[in-house]
């Protein structure tokens, strides 16, 4: 900055004490903390370029603005200045202790948060602190057998194999005890940190589910919504991307150039000079928005029902701990608010929902359902994003959440879907691309749960239409009827709807404005021949008195005229269904594209894309009705 504005006509330094964390637009009212100071050398009417700039092309060009960070603690009156240094060693006595002051303030303070009624503990539990063990570095998995205590449980990544698993072998072993050098870093770690905190049980899912049996991980898994739902605090491992990285690291960097210190005034009350700590920004320091959206944990499937179901997280990223509680967000540098942390506001119908009957203040859910169903649908997409190691998992890695929905919205839960509102339901697509379904058999091709990829809804409320789809039956076969959220073996609709035939063409046009456009349509699976995966445009064609629909691929061009290369439509029949018009604007309506199946007893059809059209309502009133089996 120095070497630039030597250069610069004019060199002008201007300061700014900035609150970075704060949403653009907020006003002074809303500062808790000014953390930064934003330092400008030169003119500032020329915006940045995002490649730089170049001082011997343009001397009059804005230098970027060198940005710092303050920290230590000082006031000015109501204003705090600078965050708290944080301590990069994670397992430090400083770090615990802030820890259980997040826990001691929700548990006496908080009158948005827990009630303090003491729940049952899960079927197993590791307890740390066992009275009958002579060796005090190891534990042991107990049957709760129905006792109330407090406990906390472990959200994590396995990464890959983990060397010390429940299973009918080592059960036994493990009730006697576990010597902590045998159990992974990351189970160290969480041991550790419960301690720490006062609790002496913790639920972890390897060491609490036999892991080498089917039945008892179907019955346990099951319950492991009220395992989160009902845990003093969860703890959450972000950073770790497998078991054996450990949760309590130290990750102490070296600066450059060096931080400095700044007396600030003094202070007339006690003769005081405050000071505060300078250093350069990290523009990729870490925070929970981040971990939230970009972290080891945050792209794991399961981790997302552990999240929304636990009242309390305590996490764990690579350079501090976080907090979240029913009343909001702690960061151990002192923010609370602001765009360093989630949106709390997102879900905020199912938080409700979840949480309600354990507050300490009950709250009564005042959402409609559909505006539960509207977070529902969200979270899917969320959750579609995430992996998991067994495509098996999909369905029951949100069996917790479902469970605790359905009390809510009640009807039938079909695969992913509710019967309360299964024509939105159906109306999923790819988020990007194409969406294709898995092979080995999992959920209905209506469900989203039929494919890997992130989806996205169709999440608008319609007035009921007239040329809406009808649902006459429904109906899913689990692969266990005692675990209704779980696998599901087949699953069924049957509905009566307007339909069309649906010509798929891998003809390219380069229209300037193409003629006879009504719509788009996306097929979950592209074909050989096609060159986008994406939505393509669809044109309702007349021939004689039938219309058909006529999918096909376009590209930017200056072309007035094309014609239909019949040589290039696949030699595939193709139904669309009407599944909901836009009522009063009935010409702008969705759908799903089908396709019959071939080998079934009785006629079936497979989802195969969805689409979106804008044609006069009375033209479809003409459509043919048509009862499908959807399979």
């Not at 202790?97 to 503990?121: F, K």
């Not at 042991?140 to 472990?154: F, I, M, N, P, T």
């Not at 945050?298 to 552990?306: D, Y």
């Not at 439509?569 to 018009?581: E, H, N, R």
Request: proline share 5%; hydrophobic share 35%.
């Amino acid at each position: 900055m120095y070497a630039a504005a030597r250069l610069s006509a004019k060199s002008d330094v201007k300061f700014c004490v900035n609150a970075a964390y704060l949403y653009l637009g907020d006003t002074l009212e809303k500062v808790q903390i000014f953390d930064s100071i934003l330092v400008q050398v030169g003119p500032v009417d020329k915006l940045e370029h995002e490649s730089g700039y170049d001082l011997d092309n343009d001397a009059a060009a804005t230098i970027p603005p060198l940005r710092l960070t303050l920290s230590y603690l000082a006031k000015i009156g109501n204003y705090q200045i600078g965050r708290f240094q944080v301590d990069q060693d994670l397992g430090s006595e400083r770090n615990y202790g802030i820890a259980r002051s997040w826990l001691t303030d929700c548990n006496n303070s908080h009158l948005e948060c827990l009630s303090g009624t003491v729940a049952e503990l899960p079927t197993r539990v590791v307890d740390i602190q066992p009275t009958d063990i002579v060796n005090s570095d190891s534990v042991r998995v107990v049957h709760s057998q129905g006792q109330r205590a407090e406990y906390a449980a472990l959200s994590h990544c396995w990464g890959g194999e983990v060397s010390c698993l429940l299973t009918a072998k080592t059960s036994k072993q493990f009730q006697k005890a576990i010597p902590l050098p045998t159990l992974s870093p990351n189970f160290r770690d969480a041991i550790t940190i419960t301690r720490k905190l006062g609790f002496r049980y913790i639920w972890i899912d390897s060491l609490c589910i036999l892991q080498d049996s089917g039945s008892d991980w179907k019955r346990e898994s099951g319950k492991m919504g009220l395992v989160y739902r009902n845990s003093s605090v969860t703890i959450s491992a972000m950073a770790s991307p497998r078991s054996t990285h450990g949760i309590l690291k130290c990750n102490q960097t070296s600066l450059s150039p060096q931080p400095v210190t700044m007396r600030l005034f003094q202070d007339k009350s006690n003769n005081a000079i405050p000071e505060v700590r300078i250093e350069r920004s990290d523009l990729e320091e870490e925070n929970l928005r981040v971990l939230d959206q970009d972290s080891p944990l945050a792209s794991r499937g399961w981790a997302l029902q552990e999240l929304m179901l636990s009242p309390r997280h305590l996490f764990y990223g690579s350079n501090q701990i976080y907090w979240r509680c029913p009343k909001g967000f702690k960061s151990a540098d002192g923010f609370s608010c602001g765009t360093k942390f989630p949106d709390n506001t997102s879900y905020s119908a199912l938080t409700t929902v979840f949480h309600s009957d354990i507050l300490r203040q009950t709250v009564p859910t005042l959402y409609e359902p559909r505006t539960v169903l509207r977070d529902y649908y969200n979270l899917v997409q969320d959750y579609s994003s995430r992996r998991l190691t067994l495509g098996s998992d999909k369905l029951p890695a949100v069996s917790g959440l479902a469970g605790r929905l359905h009390l809510l919205l009640g009807g039938v839960y079909l695969a992913g879907l509710w019967s309360c509102d299964l024509k939105r339901g159906l109306l999923w697509r790819s988020e990007v691309g194409s969406c294709k379904h898995v092979k080995t058999y999992r959920a209905p091709s209506w469900s989203w749960a039929v494919t890997d990829q992130p989806i996205t809804f169709m999440i608008r409320n319609l007035t009921p239409s007239p040329l809406d789809i009808v649902i006459l039956a429904s109906h899913v076969t689990l692969r266990d009827n005692t675990y209704a959220y779980g696998e599901v073996l087949s699953g069924h609709i049957i509905a009566e709807g307007r339909t069309i035939q649906l010509l798929r063409s891998t003809q390219v046009i380069h229209p300037r404005l193409p003629e006879g456009y009504s719509g788009l349509v996306q097929f979950d699976q592209q074909e050989d021949g096609e060159i986008f995966a994406g939505p393509v445009m669809v044109f309702l064609m007349k021939t004689g008195s039938e219309f058909r629909l006529l999918s096909i691929q376009t590209q930017n061009g200056d072309r007035e005229d094309w014609e239909v290369d019949y040589d290039s439509i696949f030699p595939i029949d193709y139904t669309c269904i009407i599944v909901l018009a836009n009522y009063p604007d009935e010409s702008s309506m969705e759908g799903l594209v089908l396709q019959k199946v071939s080998g079934e007893a009785e006629e079936a059809y497979e989802r195969v894309g969805q689409f979106t059209l804008r044609v006069e309502p009375e033209l479809v009133e003409n459509w043919p009705k048509q009862t499908v089996r959807l399979i």
